[in-house]
């Protein structure tokens, strides 16, 4: 088989909470380098997977051809790529046939190739193009940059970033501006850094920031909160959701949409977090947080 470039986050627990059925059709609404689907097929389920980000297209072919050079004849019988957003779900799902699934899996946010990869724009500690577009499509975060005023980029920064100086460096970002466009992630990291008050910091200068521009761009928690809702619609009834979360912010909407609705039922009360071991295999695993709900029945027509 394809050696898959990473360990997938969590994996045993992430497979013991959906509890994979043999030859069900199971979704991972975030392909990625498709670890967390190589392992549902490899329990005998079968995989819709669905992801925004074109590369992850190469993962997909791989995988096909593992499946044929383990003798499957037909990979499509078990397993169906599908480049778009998870808040698309349903129409994914009717396009390849499907009305209703057995569990859905989302492992949120970048992947560690989009992070590696410098010219995508994620990554602080790579210089590359302002990008950050996981689909490649729609305004960049350079563009985002380019036209935001002080206020939307302070509310951003405060929002999505949670960062406490959001006012401070939105004015320095705008001042930067108007010297010369901001086109490249060293360039917003020597702004940010210039910005930032000096004296003892939590994490980088750059992190909050950056994680605020990628939620906007790609409308991530947008995107969540319909695709959560699109993954218990298509649910049959005792089907499970299992989501990784990577910050407060994602996992505060997994909590509610899931707490919110009548046809779930969360099995975690709190999160489920990762061991040691689950660290050392995968360093992105310590933010992780995991989340499993079921689908109940809702009551139906008394009469
Ligand atoms: C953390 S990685 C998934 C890694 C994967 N579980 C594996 O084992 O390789 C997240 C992936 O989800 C994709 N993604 C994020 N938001 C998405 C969305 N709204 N719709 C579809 N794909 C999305 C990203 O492009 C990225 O490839």
Redesign the pocket.
């Known amino acids: 088989m394809t050696e ?1 470039p ?1 360990v ?1 986050v969590m994996l045993e627990r992430c497979l013991e909470a959906l509890a994979p059925l043999e030859d069900r059709w199971f979704v ?9 689907t190589r392992a549902l097929l490899a329990r005998g389920a079968k995989v819709v997977a ?4 074109p590369t ?1 297209l190469a993962h997909a072919h791989a995988l096909d051809a593992d499946l044929r050079t383990a003798g499957v004849a037909d990979p499509r019988e078990r397993f169906r790529f599908v480049a ?4 698309d779900l349903a129409d994914h799902l009717r396009a390849v046939g499907l009305e209703a699934v057995d569990g859905v899996l989302l ?5 560690s190739m ?1 992070l590696d990869e410098g010219p995508r724009g994620f990554a602080f500690r790579h210089d590359g193009p302002l990008d950050m577009r ?1 689909s490649g499509a729609g305004p960049s975060a350079a563009d985002l940059i380019r036209d935001a005023d002080v206020a939307d980029l302070a509310a951003w920064l405060h929002k999505y970033g949670e960062e406490r100086h959001s006012r401070r460096l939105a004015h320095a970002i705008v001042a930067a501006r108007d010297e010369a466009p901001i086109e490249t992630t060293g360039r917003l990291v020597e702004i940010l850094q210039r910005a930032y008050p000096p004296g003892p910091r939590r994490d980088h200068p750059a992190r909050r920031t950056f994680q605020a521009l990628r939620i906007v761009v ?1 409308d ?1 928690l947008g ?1 969540l909160e319909a ?1 959560l809702h699109a993954a218990v619609d298509a649910l049959t009834p005792g089907g499970r959701i299992a989501v990784l979360a990577y910050h407060s912010l994602e996992d505060r909407v997994v909590k509610h949409a899931l707490r919110d609705r009548a046809d779930v039922e969360a099995r975690t009360k709190r999160p489920l977090e990762a061991t040691e071991s689950e660290i050392d295999a995968n360093p992105r695993a310590r933010s992780a947080k995991l989340r499993l709900a079921v689908k109940v029945a809702t009551g139906g027509d008394p009469t």
């Open positions: 898959v990473h997938p991972d609404g975030t392909f990625g380098a498709g670890g967390h669905i992801d925004r980000d992850a778009g957003n998870f808040r492992d949120l946010g970048v992947s989009q996981m790609n991530e995107a695709g």
